[in-house]
């Protein structure tokens, strides 16, 4: 019964670096959200996948940022050269149902702090 | 597009006031309405949802009504303990498409003994 699990929890970077953040859904889950949280702020949705599908990447902010879940379970969030503008919590969650099947709860993992200094 | 409106924090009570946290939503259609809570150094965790007008969620004496003639889904509390000293997010999704949340700003709510 694991909740979503996120990795590295804090993670600093020098501007320029590239980065990479990781989540492991709850098992079996087919859908699988990624949010950015500025301090002080609600979470911004960033991307979505159904299985392996990447169905909505509206919300990254830029080309630098990319997403991937290949074999439709653990998620990697990539970003490169990385701005300080770029510090924030990086959310993952996940859910039980797929697009347009109903308004399934979202389980939230704990999050990735960067700090790009 | 879709958005979120909260009452602006942070909020300070006393243990056993009565807690109202006032959301207010823009959206297309039906969205379902989430109550978000984040407790210190943890993730955030779904406290209550509605997912069509007149419902009523509830969960550890907190509730909240979709109310759709003013939009809104204000969340309240009857008698508030320390514990719920959280930071509290109003969330949407929409009825069609991928699901994904829409948030509001946030409201820290601490509650003194």
């Known amino acids: 019964g694991a909740g979503v699990s996120q990795s590295p929890r804090y993670k600093v970077a020098k501007r320029g670096q590239d980065v990479a953040l990781r989540c492991d859904p709850i098992s079996g889950h087919v859908s699988l959200f990624w949010y950015q949280q500025a301090l002080g702020q609600g979470p911004e949705f960033l991307t979505y996948?159904?299985?392996?599908?990447?169905?909505?990447k509206s919300g990254l902010p830029s080309d630098r940022f990319f997403a991937e879940r290949p074999e439709g379970s653990v998620s990697t969030l990539k970003i490169q050269r990385t701005q300080q503008e770029d510090s924030a919590v990086y959310l993952c969650?996940?859910?039980?149902?797929?697009?347009?099947?109903?308004?399934?709860?979202?389980?939230f993992g704990p999050g990735t702090r960067l700090l790009v200094l | 597009g879709n958005s979120v409106t909260q009452m602006e924090g942070p909020v300070t009570l006393s243990e056993e006031a009565f807690l109202t946290i006032n959301c207010t939503y823009t959206a297309t259609g039906y969205p379902s309405l989430f109550w978000y809570v984040q407790y210190p150094g943890e993730g955030l965790q779904l406290l209550l949802k509605a997912t069509k007008a007149d419902d009523k969620g509830s969960n550890k004496g907190f509730e909240a009504t979709y109310r759709k003639e003013t939009t809104s889904f204000h969340l309240e509390k009857g008698s508030v303990q320390v514990s719920d000293s959280a930071v509290y997010f109003c969330a949407l999704s929409a009825p069609q498409g991928a699901q994904k949340l829409v948030f509001g700003q946030g409201t820290r709510l601490t509650i003194n003994p």
């Open positions: 969650a996940s859910s039980q149902v797929r697009q347009g099947q109903g308004r399934e709860t979202q389980y």
């Open positions: 996948f159904q299985n392996e599908a990447q169905l909505d």
